[in-house]
């Protein structure tokens, strides 16, 4: 019985001192620990300062600013196109707005569709070879050697014969045989020949040199339109030298007629197209002499 009585007395006693223990260490709340009996109120903390207002400041309005200007650079050096060939060339229609045909229609010429009136110039320089001052083109007979109506022929130092057609008027001295330069007036453009009842244009052709006789060569056998758009877009040195007489070693100098060979008053035989007998030139085409090689002109050799 006493035993249990000290059990008791130890449990309470333990309790207490465990109480003691942490209110040494924690003390009331607001006093630091260790504040004993007898101690002073505890101390109050005093705050310094106005308290700080918060205040929302409206951000600053951002100001344009101007695009940033590239440095300015140096001025475009302008390069020259490569020099294709030791001859110079013109377009053949000066000082007038023209448009022209970039395909093959029925031959291998082009229309340049210009002002009645505007300058033929010579294409490149040469000589002069066929003269036509008259119009002798009739729509009931559509004589091929008539189609082009007033015409000029050049033969160039490049050994290629350059024909302008449907000319109203033929300019003054130009005969067979007369050197021209570059850029030279030759004619005017107008409607004569089957240009008649048309806008005014220029027929111009390439061919190469033959007699007058075999007019169906000198209408045109290598396609311009290529060397056209060199010449008017600044390429001056295209030449269509090469190409000519590549065809003209391969075609001989007077190929037969194959496109509109025969006027309305022939009648074919057979359903076959007659081939059109060389005629003598009139004396309405002064002429220089046709050559005899055909592989040579005025001395230049196929190449």
């Given at each position: 019985?006493?035993?249990?009585?000290?059990?008791?007395?130890?449990?309470?006693?333990?309790?207490?001192?465990?109480?003691?223990?942490?209110?040494?260490?924690?003390?009331?709340?607001?006093?630091?620990?260790?504040?004993?009996?007898?101690?002073?109120?505890?101390?109050?903390?005093?705050?310094?300062?106005?308290?700080?207002?918060?205040?929302?400041?409206?951000?600053?309005?951002?100001?344009?600013?101007?695009?940033?200007?590239p440095p300015k650079g140096d001025d475009p050096v302008n390069v020259p196109p490569p020099k294709l060939s030791k001859y110079s060339y013109a377009f053949p229609v000066k000082g007038c707005k023209?448009?022209?045909?970039?395909?093959?229609?029925?031959?291998?010429?082009?229309?340049?569709?210009?002002?009645?009136?505007?300058?033929?110039?010579?294409?490149?320089?040469?000589?002069?070879?066929?003269?036509?001052?008259?119009?002798?083109?009739?729509?009931?007979?559509?004589?091929?050697?008539?189609?082009?109506?007033?015409?000029?022929?050049?033969?160039?130092?490049d050994g290629v014969r350059y024909l302008g057609g449907h000319l109203d008027s033929i300019a003054d001295g130009v005969k067979p045989g007369v050197k021209v330069k570059k850029g030279q007036a030759?004619?005017?453009?107008?409607?004569?020949?089957?240009?008649?009842?048309?806008?005014?244009?220029?027929?111009?052709?390439?061919?190469?040199?033959?007699g007058p006789a075999f007019w169906w060569v000198r209408r045109g056998m290598v396609e311009p339109w290529d060397y056209l758009d060199a010449w008017k877009k600044g390429n001056r040195t295209y030449?269509?030298?090469?190409?000519?007489?590549?065809?003209?070693?391969?075609?001989?100098?007077?190929?037969?007629?194959?496109?509109?060979?025969?006027?309305?008053?022939?009648?074919?035989?057979?359903?076959?197209?007659?081939?059109?007998?060389?005629?003598?030139?009139?004396?309405?085409?002064?002429?220089?002499?046709?050559?005899?090689?055909?592989?040579?002109?005025?001395?230049?050799?196929?190449?």
């Amino acid at each position: 019985m006493r035993s249990g009585h000290i059990g008791r007395w130890a449990a309470v006693t333990g309790a207490v001192l465990l109480t003691g223990a942490c209110t040494q260490a924690t003390g009331l709340a607001g006093v630091g620990a260790g504040a004993g009996a007898g101690a002073g109120p505890p101390s109050t903390v005093a705050v310094s300062g106005t308290p700080s207002a918060t205040a929302t400041m409206p951000s600053p309005t951002p100001q344009p600013q101007a695009a940033e200007q590239p440095p300015k650079g140096d001025d475009p050096v302008n390069v020259p196109p490569p020099k294709l060939s030791k001859y110079s060339y013109a377009f053949p229609v000066k000082g007038c707005k023209t448009t022209y045909q970039r395909k093959l229609l029925v031959l291998p010429k082009t229309t340049i569709w210009a002002p009645e009136g505007c300058s033929f110039v010579s294409p490149v320089e040469g000589v002069v070879d066929e003269v036509n001052t008259q119009d002798r083109w009739q729509p009931g007979t559509d004589a091929g050697a008539d189609r082009e109506g007033r015409f000029v022929t050049i033969i160039g130092d490049d050994g290629v014969r350059y024909l302008g057609g449907h000319l109203d008027s033929i300019a003054d001295g130009v005969k067979p045989g007369v050197k021209v330069k570059k850029g030279q007036a030759l004619g005017r453009v107008g409607r004569s020949g089957n240009a008649r009842d048309t806008g005014s244009n220029l027929y111009f052709a390439i061919s190469w040199k033959t007699g007058p006789a075999f007019w169906w060569v000198r209408r045109g056998m290598v396609e311009p339109w290529d060397y056209l758009d060199a010449w008017k877009k600044g390429n001056r040195t295209y030449s269509p030298r090469e190409e000519t007489m590549k065809l003209r070693g391969k075609l001989g100098e007077t190929p037969p007629c194959a496109v509109q060979c025969v006027s309305r008053q022939a009648t074919p035989q057979s359903g076959k197209t007659k081939t059109p007998r060389p005629r003598r030139s009139s004396d309405d085409v002064e002429t220089l002499s046709p050559t005899t090689d055909p592989l040579t002109d005025g001395g230049v050799t196929a190449g």
